[in-house]
């Protein structure tokens, strides 16, 4: 290994994907779910319901900074659609949060829990500003008041958050604790599954914080099952070394698969003889970016998709797959642990040359399986081993992965598409079965 010495990291190049033009992230939902439906017949009606978010929610509110100058912060929660279940998905800090981009991931969240079976309909939040600007106390005020302007809209029967980029279990366990304390001593304690993904000692579950990765990796080892693939000796670039990256490539590591490159919005780091993950996810837990980090080469962006190797794993930004990326690349399997990676242009670049996908709805929808086996913990005060949520999870995984694959071969579409016709399926029957009110 040869992780030792200090090497500089250039400033950032653009986040985005430079190939394909203004990206419209929720159009390109839109587009997918016109697919889907087309492949599974969908009736007309339920497209139209679902081309758009039931409740579009914006807060703005002020917090007081360190320095006592007042800031004003403006806040999103989409409720997609809540047909299965309250409302599910993530809350995410972020300085490029829209919107558009919270619409898109609110529909994805319905797509993932109809997937994953779960009693649970997609919602998805976020505030626009750099969470790394700020203080830890500014951190605090920021989430306790955006929870508080939020009020009855979430609930643990309404619309119940989690933890997406930016947050963290920290941020979940403040959320929660603002929440209780607006409902009245006589709920305080019946209120916890408000959010998800929390500290455990704070009502969260053992696995969750793992959770993605640990999904994300039951795709790849099923993949790499079918393909007659052998992970031991497998390389990986990894982009995003956050929660979902980090683990991923941790857990990878004992199939005998090596990181040698990563990158995160401080820039791109190369090391051909493997990084040692355990290693730079403690450097970044400490240091929240991989800067700084005394091990590995420092390379741009464009070097980084060019680097030979086997998995990619986007778990960053959403638009990071362009086509001019998708050409570049020379591995094997996309395995998209973000959100959106993936640019429609650049996807079927991909496509085009080989390269397999495995789609986010199935493939990082690992989060919100485990964040649902704390929300039923929670409510019946209960706490499982890791071994039982482990279990549990490797089993919805494969049967997900099974249903995905079996459609895509018999409706000939896209695993992407597949991921989002099973889920449709289950949105129609029970469409069908209540029909619209009133
Ligand atoms: P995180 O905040 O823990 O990590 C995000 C990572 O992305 C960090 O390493 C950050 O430096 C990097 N990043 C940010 N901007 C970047 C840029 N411009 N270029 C390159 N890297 C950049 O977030 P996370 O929870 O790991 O989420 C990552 C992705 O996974 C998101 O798309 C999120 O929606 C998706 N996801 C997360 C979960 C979950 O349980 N946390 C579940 C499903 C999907």
Redesign the pocket.
């Known amino acids: 290994m040869s992780d030792d010495h200090p090497v500089s990291i250039p400033a950032?190049t653009p986040?985005e994907s430079k190939s394909s033009g203004k990206y419209e992230f929720f159009k390109a939902i839109q587009a997918y779910l016109d697919q889907a439906a087309h492949a599974v017949d969908l009736p007309p009606y339920i497209t139209t319901i679902l081309s758009q978010p039931k409740n579009e929610i914006i807060v703005n509110f002020p917090v007081r900074m360190d320095d006592g100058s007042i800031r004003l912060f403006k806040g999103y929660r989409i409720q997609h659609n809540n047909l299965l279940g309250p409302y599910k998905g993530?809350i995410?800090y972020?300085k490029?949060v829209t919107l558009d981009d919270i619409k898109a991931?609110a529909a994805m969240m319905t797509w993932k829990c109809a997937l994953m079976n779960l009693p649970f309909g997609g919602g998805k939040g976020g505030i626009k500003f750099d969470p790394n600007e700020v203080s830890r106390a500014e951190l605090q005020r920021i989430t306790r008041r955006f929870f508080h302007a939020l009020g009855s809209n979430i609930g643990p029967e309404t619309d119940v958050p989690?933890?997406?980029?930016?947050?963290?279990a920290r941020t979940m366990a403040w959320a929660m604790d603002t929440y209780m304390n607006t409902v009245g001593q006589l709920f305080k304690q019946a209120v916890k599954g408000v959010v998800t993904?929390k500290p455990i000692a704070s009502g969260g579950t053992q696995g969750r914080e793992k959770?993605?990765g640990q999904g994300l990796v039951h795709c790849i080892t099923e993949w790499a099952e079918e393909r007659d693939f052998q992970l031991g000796g497998s390389t990986l670039l990894v982009?995003?070394?956050?929660?979902?990256?980090?683990h991923t490539a941790v857990i990878l590591s004992k199939y005998g698969a090596s990181t040698i490159a990563v990158?995160?919005?401080?820039g791109y780091l190369y090391n051909p003889e493997r990084f040692n993950p355990h290693k730079l996810q403690d450097h970044?837990k400490r240091n929240r970016?991989?800067a700084g980090y005394p091990g590995g080469k420092a390379i741009t962006?464009e070097e980084f998709f060019r680097i030979k190797a086997d998995i990619f794993i986007p778990?960053?930004?959403?638009n990071?797959v362009g086509v001019d990326e998708a050409s570049a690349l020379q591995v094997r399997l996309v395995a998209e642990?973000?959100?959106?990676?993936c640019h429609p242009d650049g996807e079927r670049v991909l496509l085009e040359r080989g390269i397999d996908i495995l789609p986010?709805v199935l493939a990082?929808?690992?989060?919100?399986t485990v964040s649902y086996y704390e929300w039923v913990q929670n409510k019946r005060s209960e706490s499982w081993s890791l071994e039982e949520v482990d279990s549990r999870l490797e089993k919805a995984m494969k049967r997900a992965y099974r249903e995905v694959g079996e459609l895509a071969r018999q409706k000939k579409v896209s695993l992407r598409v597949a991921a989002y016709g099973v889920a449709l399926q289950r949105l129609a029957a029970v469409y069908g079965e209540r029909e619209i009110f009133p």
């Open positions: 950032a986040s993530g995410r972020h490029s991931l989690a933890p997406d980029m930016g947050t963290d993904g959770a993605t982009q995003g070394f956050g929660n979902v990256g980090s990158g995160d919005h401080t970044v970016s991989i962006r778990a960053a930004l959403e990071q642990g973000a959100n959106g990676p986010d990082n929808s690992g989060g919100v």
